[in-house]
């Protein structure tokens, strides 16, 4: 079926520190791979996003990893910093661009200790 | 732009009453998306449309659940009757072009707490 598993579910790290943040995903035709945080109280933003034609993909202290092979992709977070500490959730695309959907993790709650 | 806006943003009610939820996507945006956020099952999509046309809506849990969009800058997601099990934060989302490899944009949601 449809699923995403994603690992850990709370993470705690000092400031300055990385962070990792592992999902997998059950089918293998899925090709778009999203990032999002979600602060309290708020609704979810994009941070990242990786399609299957890459391995990897950066953006600052921000850098996503795929593994086709082994259906699963990674988030980390490098030199982390307090305002880094949110919720945040991995996704895979099930289906199509336009009539699948995304399949979420159920979240990883970051804390960042100053 | 103000992003996408939703209304109210916090909502109290007994069961079963109705409760209407309002949303207003990104002025432009092709697509808008209806998600459930609990602590038991994640953020699940419910429903979503392509110009205003209902798209896929496999993942509304009830004949409870109905959803509209009227025109481009509207949509409504409606609870009818409402059940304590119903209690969630509700997202509304939109998309530009693609539905779900384009950024998907999320409102702050609405908390619902049906006592």
């Known amino acids: 079926g449809e699923n995403v598993e994603q690992h850990p579910s709370t993470l705690s790290v000092q400031e300055g520190d990385s962070a990792v943040i592992k999902c997998t995903y059950s089918?293998?035709?899925?090709?778009?791979f999203p990032w999002y945080k979600q602060e309290l109280g708020k609704g979810p933003q994009l941070i990242i996003d990786?399609?299957?034609?890459?391995g990897e993909k950066k953006d600052q202290r921000i850098a996503v990893t795929l593994n086709k092979t082994a259906k699963h992709f990674s988030l980390h977070i490098t030199e982390t910093q307090p305002e880094d500490s949110a919720v945040y959730f991995c996704a895979a695309i099930f289906g199509s661009s336009n009539t699948g959907k995304l399949i979420f993790g159920q979240g990883t709650t970051l804390q960042v200790k100053p | 732009d103000a992003g996408v806006i939703q209304s109210p943003r916090h909502e109290v009610t007994e069961m079963g009453q109705e409760v209407t939820l309002r949303c207003k996507p990104i002025s432009g945006h092709d697509y808008l998306f209806w998600y459930r956020q609990t602590m038991m099952r994640g953020l699940e999509l419910l429903i979503y449309?392509?110009?205003?046309?209902?798209?896929?809506d496999s993942g509304m849990p009830e004949d409870r659940f109905s959803a509209k969009m009227p025109n481009a800058s509207f949509s409504t997601l409606k609870i009818q009757p409402s059940e304590p099990r119903d209690s969630a934060v509700y997202f509304c989302?939109?998309?530009?072009?693609?539905?779900?490899?384009?950024?998907?944009?999320f409102g702050p949601g609405t908390r619902l707490t049906v006592l």
């Open positions: 089918d293998s035709a899925s090709n778009y």
């Open positions: 989302a939109s998309s530009l072009r693609v539905a779900f490899t384009d950024t998907q944009y």
């Open positions: 990786i399609r299957s034609n890459v």
């Open positions: 449309f392509n110009n205003n046309v209902p798209i896929d």
